[in-house]
């Protein structure tokens, strides 16, 4: 079983960037990955992903500009950057793994999840 270590969390003024990290403990190389948030009585949501065997980068409409998806498999490692925070990016953030590979947008297609790491942009 993949185990998924966050970190990067903070306080933030809004306009700062943050910088999360997902470590997973074993080889992620065909694995989707993703990163998903959840505000406080709102439900969870897909933010971004980084599908296997495509080059290509997913991201929800209201991040789209300001957040990067990336990874790194000698670390074995996804990165969510944020820039530009705003008030409303305040939530627990978590990163996902799908080991088939094709995961996307969709919380049930993903296998592993993180602790989850809190994201606070103050006004």
């Known amino acids: 079983q993949v185990q998924l270590v966050e970190s990067g969390g903070g306080l933030v003024q809004a306009g700062g960037s943050l910088r999360l990290s997902c470590a997973a403990s074993?080889?992620?190389?065909?694995?989707?990955m993703g990163w998903f948030r959840q505000a406080p009585g709102k439900e969870r949501e897909f933010v971004a992903a980084?599908?296997?065997?495509?080059?290509?980068?997913y991201y929800v409409d209201s991040v789209k500009g300001r957040f990067t998806i990336s990874r790194d498999n000698a670390k074995n490692t996804v990165y969510l950057q944020m820039n530009s925070l705003k008030p409303e990016d305040t939530a627990v953030y978590y990163c996902?793994?799908?080991?088939?590979?094709?995961?996307?947008?969709?919380?049930?297609?993903?296998?592993?999840w993180g602790q989850g790491t809190q994201v606070t942009v103050s006004s």
């Open positions: 996902a793994a799908d080991r088939h590979g094709l995961g996307v947008t969709a919380m049930g297609e993903y296998d592993f």
């Open positions: 980084s599908r296997w065997g495509d080059a290509n980068q």
């Open positions: 074993g080889r992620t190389f065909n694995y989707a």
